[in-house]
């Protein structure tokens, strides 16, 4: 059985930073392209940093410079780290991956960002 889990969301100030990890279970994640996505209420989820297999990494506009994703495949993990969080980065964040069997994603991890 897949399981994805994330952890490290909390509660910070404006300009803060959070490191949030995904573990992976019943999958191997290295030949796997991994995504980290976002979502408020009454909103679309919404895709917020991939990286690939090989460790391409791409971003969406508005994270370039101030999120990163990484990986750890010996360990099976995958990372953003968050850095001048602002208050709308306020949201429930997901990792998730896709095989051809499926899409996979975790139960997500609550992100406040507020004074």
């Known amino acids: 059985q897949v399981q994805l889990v994330e952890s490290g969301g909390g509660l910070v100030q404006p300009g803060g930073s959070l490191r949030l990890s995904c573990a992976a279970f019943?999958?191997?994640?290295?030949?796997?392209?991994m995504n980290w996505y976002r979502q408020t209420p009454g909103k679309q989820r919404e895709l917020v940093a991939t990286?690939?297999?090989?460790?391409?990494?791409n971003y969406v506009d508005s994270e370039k410079g101030r999120f990163t994703i990484s990986r750890d495949n010996a360990g099976n993990m995958v990372y953003l780290q968050m850095n001048s969080l602002k208050q709308e980065d306020t949201a429930v964040y997901y990792c998730?991956?896709?095989?051809?069997?499926?899409?996979?994603w975790g139960q997500g991890t609550q992100v406040t960002v507020s004074s």
């Open positions: 019943g999958i191997a994640i290295r030949t796997l392209d």
């Open positions: 990286i690939t297999a090989v460790g391409n990494t």
């Open positions: 998730n991956t896709e095989t051809y069997r499926s899409s996979y």
